[in-house]
């Protein structure tokens, strides 16, 4: 069974940094590509980044030069790194992946930036 279990996350200041990670269980971790999610407030679900099982990577604009997307495939999580966070950063953040068909979600994580 394919586990998503996500950690970090919290209240910040503008300006702040946090670190996102989310470790998998379940899959040859490594053949799979692993994304990052957002869900704000009363807005609908986006991409904020993906990494390929290569190291390949990928980001929405709003967080370009801001956001960083990483994995360790030796100890099967995915990181994501934010920096020179807004309060449009604020959401509810998810880690997903797919496999065997499937599209598989972590549990979230609540960032809210705000003085």
């Known amino acids: 069974q394919v586990r998503l279990v996500q950690s970090g996350g919290g209240l910040v200041q503008p300006g702040g940094s946090l670190r996102l990670s989310c470790a998998a269980s379940g899959l040859n971790f490594r053949l799979h590509p692993m994304a990052w999610y957002r869900q704000p407030p009363g807005l609908e679900r986006e991409l904020v980044a993906n990494v390929t099982g290569g190291g390949s990577t990928n980001y929405a604009d709003s967080v370009k030069g801001r956001f960083t997307i990483s994995r360790d495939n030796v100890r099967n999580t995915v990181f994501l790194r934010m920096e020179s966070l807004r309060p449009e950063d604020t959401a509810v953040y998810y880690c997903?992946?797919?496999?065997?068909?499937?599209?598989?979600w972590g549990q979230g994580t609540h960032v809210t930036v705000s003085s």
């Open positions: 997903n992946t797919g496999a065997r068909g499937k599209n598989f």
